[in-house]
């Protein structure tokens, strides 16, 4: 299993911008789909963003389209995920995963999850 660790959230204002960073650790992060989900309290937890294994595809959120980014750098062991234009129904925490299955990114084939890094936007 794959050991993620996420970084890079905080309290921002709407409109501004954050990068959020997930390091796996224990595998190669190249084997892997990735994916960005969050939760905020009291609601379900919910996709963000996907990127397949080599990075080719990537698949987003109708919320987070157009603003969010999501990357990788194989060779760091790294997913990025880059938050533009932020609002304030953007605040959650917001947690990594890994699929084994390199194409997907439904919340059912992560099998890895992170700790989660809480993002809070104020309005």
């Known amino acids: 299993q794959v050991q993620l660790v996420e970084s890079g959230g905080g309290l921002v204002q709407a409109g501004g911008s954050l990068r959020l960073s997930c390091t796996a650790s224990?595998?190669?992060?190249?084997?892997?789909?990735m994916g960005w989900f969050r939760q905020a309290p009291g609601k379900e937890r919910e996709f963000v963003a996907g990127?397949?294994?080599?990075?080719?595809?990537?698949l987003y959120a109708d919320a987070v389209k157009g603003r969010f980014t999501i990357s990788r750098e194989n060779a760091k062991n790294t997913v990025y995920l880059q938050m533009n234009s932020l609002k304030p129904e953007d605040t959650a925490v917001y947690l990594c995963?890994?699929?084994?299955?390199?194409?997907?990114?439904?919340?059912?084939?992560?099998?890895?999850w992170g700790q989660g890094t809480q993002v809070t936007v104020s309005s």
């Open positions: 995963a890994a699929s084994a299955n390199k194409w997907s990114v439904v919340v059912s084939s992560m099998g890895s």
């Open positions: 224990g595998r190669t992060l190249s084997n892997y789909a």
């Open positions: 990127i397949t294994w080599l990075g080719g595809n990537t």
